[in-house]
Structures are given as structure tokens and as C-alpha cells.
């Protein structure tokens, strides 16, 4: 059975699907896609991976630029992700296309007095077996949706590369609450920059888990729940591949486990952060193009992904780069060329990766 989407229902004027992207639409139909997204739209990890690459790429061919062809609006979009970023390791192919094929099956349905308009998510997916990638294909009706979701969720403060590497479930929907809450918290004072709470039931809502049937409890829910997605955010902010992480407070105002009141506290890495200078990425572009030069990333493929890692991490902590670069000139001047990758991994493990 095909699943539908409600996702605008709009009493007071039609909007024409062509013009959805720059429309101004209340604050109240913001709320309704808002419930939905959050409580009662189920995505699996596949789902969810695949839709993030989409709408990256709809809000990079068009929002970004701050301009609207809507000629494009009258052709479906084609685009390509690597299969390595949709499926986990242990996934077979087969699995990876039946999660694919629930995507395709669900469906947004936008509607108005005048008419009623439907679309799915994604049109069609295509993988030729000797290929890497699959090929999605998107309706200009789904596009201009992606266009307003990518503007409620203000997309662009998401670390895609943490979206993309978190492998648990419960740790994606976290991580979208975090994100949505990263910079609410006003005093400068404090360590966190942004916090939400929810009782156990409301919590229960928003991971879309079935209060009744899971008999998840306060205990179970820690263990079961968040612990795994904050291990897994704060192992990533450590390694520079995350932007936030967060710290679980318990208020139990009741003995009754749904009523205890989970308080979330968002640490960000915008608090305090030191931008990128043109200086700072010079320093820091010659720092990859050594380390690309003296581990060989082009002949060793678990080379280059440490290099990748490391430069992620400078990146997001720009005050180490001259530091680095600095000990990195004083080990050439003092060290035989042929120990350069050795000594250079010792030194950024040791004194500058967490």
C-alpha cells in the first residue's frame, strides 16, 4: 500500500506548484510539516541518507544561488550517490534495493480548495550492476517541496557528513533534534549553546516508538536509546567529523517513568569558533598537500581516509593549523625526508587529534 505524505494544507489561497519555492507560506503549515517530519513519517537509515543527498543537491542547484530558473521546474532532476553512502557494510544489495523501494513508494501530497497534487519523494532509482552509484531521478513537483523542507529545517546548518555518518537510527533522529536546537540557549556564559527537554512519553513520540508495545521505560530508553546516539555524536565531534554533541540532564518530578523529564543540553562547535582565514586555509591547503605527498594517498586507500579525517578535524578547529604547520617546518628542517610520515602521523595523533 502506498503511503501518502499530507504535507500542506493551505485553506486561505491555492499556490502554484511552479512558484512553491519562493512562496510565503504561514507559520502554521510550517508546524504541520514540522508533526510530520518529526512523529509521523517513519524513514529507515537508507530513506533518510538518500533523501539528505537530495535535498543538498536541489537546495545547492537553486537556493544557494539565490535564484529560481523555473524553466528546470518543468523536468524531472537526475542525480547520482555512491551506494557506499546509502548502505551499511553488513547490507546486501538486495536489502539496499528493498529499503529504496519504500522510499520510492512513499508519496507528498500537497493540496488546496482547487485541486489536489501528489508526487513521490523520488520518481525512480536505477543502479546498473557495474556501476558504483545509483541514479535517482526527482519530479520538479518533489523539488519544490525539498526547496521549502531545506528552508524550515534551515538545512544548511547540518553537518552532512555527520548525517551521512551516523549509522544507528535513533542517532539521526537525535541528531536533527540537536540541530534544530543548536544556538537557542542565549547566555554566553554557559559551556552548551543550545538545550530542549521532553518527558519520557513525549520522547517516546518523537523517536516515533509505540509507547504501549515497547515497553521502554525510563532505564530502557537511556540504554537502549540515547546513550548509543550520544556515544556516537561525541565519538564524532572528537574526530572533527561532527558538529555537536550532547549531554543528557534527568529530572524525575515522578516515580512514574513517563514522567520524568529528560533535559537535552547541545554543545556546538560554533560556540567560541575560530573562522577559517584566507591565511588559515593557505596553511592548511599545504598541510594536505604534504600529507597527500608523503602517505601516498593515491596507492593507499586507508591512507587517504586518515588523511581526510585529519583535515576534516583541523578544519573544524582552525586554531591548531598554525601550530601544526609550524612543528610540521621545523620537522623538515630537522628530520631525514624518508621519516616525514612517520614522524608527521606521531605528531598529529599525539599532540593534535583527540
Same mark, same amino acid.
Request: overall charge neutral.
Given at each position: ?7 500542506? %494544507? ?9 512558484? !512553491? ?20 513519517? %517513519? ?5 533518510? &541518507?538518500? /533523501? ?6 536541489? *537546495? ?30 553488513? !547490507? ?11 522510499? &520510492? &513508494?512513499?508519496?507528498?501530497?500537497? @493540496?488546496? *480548495? ?5 508526487? $513521490? ?5 536505477? #543502479? ?8 535517482? $531521478? ?42 534544530? @536546537?543548536?544556538?537557542?540557549? +542565549?547566555? +554566553? ?5 543550545? #538545550? ?21 521505560? @525510563? ?13 556516537? /555524536?561525541?565519538?564524532?565531534? %572528537?574526530?572533527?567529523?561532527?558538529? /555537536? ?17 529528560? #533535559? ?35 596507492? &593507499? ?15 573544524? @578547529? +582552525?586554531? /591548531?593549523? +598554525? ?8 620537522? *623538515? ?5 624518508? #621519516? ?15
Amino acid at each position: 500500500m502506498t503511503e501518502v505524505l499530507k504535507v500542506l %494544507d493551505i485553506e486561505d489561497k491555492p499556490i502554484d506548484i511552479k512558484e !512553491m519555492a519562493t512562496a510565503d507560506i504561514d507559520d502554521i503549515t510550517f508546524s504541520q510539516v514540522k508533526s510530520v517530519i518529526e512523529k509521523r513519517y %517513519d524513514f529507515s537509515i537508507v530513506e533518510k &541518507r538518500a /533523501l539528505y543527498f537530495i535535498i543538498c543537491e536541489v *537546495k545547492r542547484m537553486f537556493a544557494e544561488r539565490n535564484e529560481y530558473d523555473y524553466n528546470v521546474f518543468s523536468q524531472s532532476m537526475r542525480l547520482n550517490i555512491n551506494i557506499d553512502y546509502l548502505k551499511n557494510e553488513e !547490507m546486501s544489495i538486495k536489502e539496499l534495493y528493498e529499503e529504496l523501494s519504500k522510499l &520510492r &513508494r512513499k508519496t507528498i501530497c500537497i @493540496h488546496d *480548495k482547487k485541486r489536489v497534487a501528489c508526487s $513521490g519523494f523520488i520518481s525512480y532509482y536505477e #543502479h546498473v550492476h557495474s556501476e558504483s552509484y545509483i541514479e535517482f $531521478g526527482v519530479t520538479y513537483f518533489a523539488m519544490a517541496f525539498y526547496l521549502k523542507l531545506s528552508a524550515y529545517f534551515n538545512f544548511t546548518a547540518y553537518n552532512i557528513t555527520a548525517a551521512l555518518s551516523l549509522r544507528q537510527k535513533y542517532s539521526k533522529l537525535i541528531y536533527e533534534l540537536c540541530a534544530q @536546537h543548536e544556538s537557542n540557549d +542565549p547566555n +554566553p556564559n554557559n559551556q552548551y549553546s543550545g #538545550h530542549f527537554s521532553a518527558t519520557v512519553k513525549e520522547f517516546h513520540e518523537m523517536m516515533s516508538i509505540d509507547i504501549f508495545t515497547s515497553n521502554l521505560g @525510563h532505564a530502557g530508553i537511556r540504554r537502549q536509546v540515547i546513550d548509543p546516539a550520544q556515544n556516537e /555524536l561525541k565519538e564524532l565531534y %572528537d574526530a572533527g567529523q561532527c558538529n /555537536l554533541y550532547f549531554e543528557l540532564d534527568v529530572d524525575k518530578k515522578d516515580r512514574r517513568a513517563d514522567d520524568y523529564l529528560l #533535559h537535552f543540553y547541545v554543545y556546538s562547535n560554533k560556540k567560541n569558533k575560530i573562522f577559517l582565514t584566507q591565511e588559515l586555509k593557505n596553511q592548511l591547503y599545504l598541510i594536505e598537500a604534504l600529507f597527500e605527498k608523503w602517505f601516498e594517498v593515491n596507492k &593507499r586507500p586507508r591512507c587517504r581516509e586518515w588523511v581526510s579525517n585529519s583535515i576534516a578535524y583541523l578544519k573544524m @578547529h +582552525p586554531h /591548531l593549523i +598554525p601550530k601544526l604547520n609550524a612543528r610540521l617546518e621545523r620537522m *623538515k628542517a630537522e628530520t631525514p625526508r624518508k #621519516h616525514y610520515a612517520a614522524l608527521a602521523r606521531h605528531i598529529l595523533e599525539e599532540d593534535f587529534l583527540p
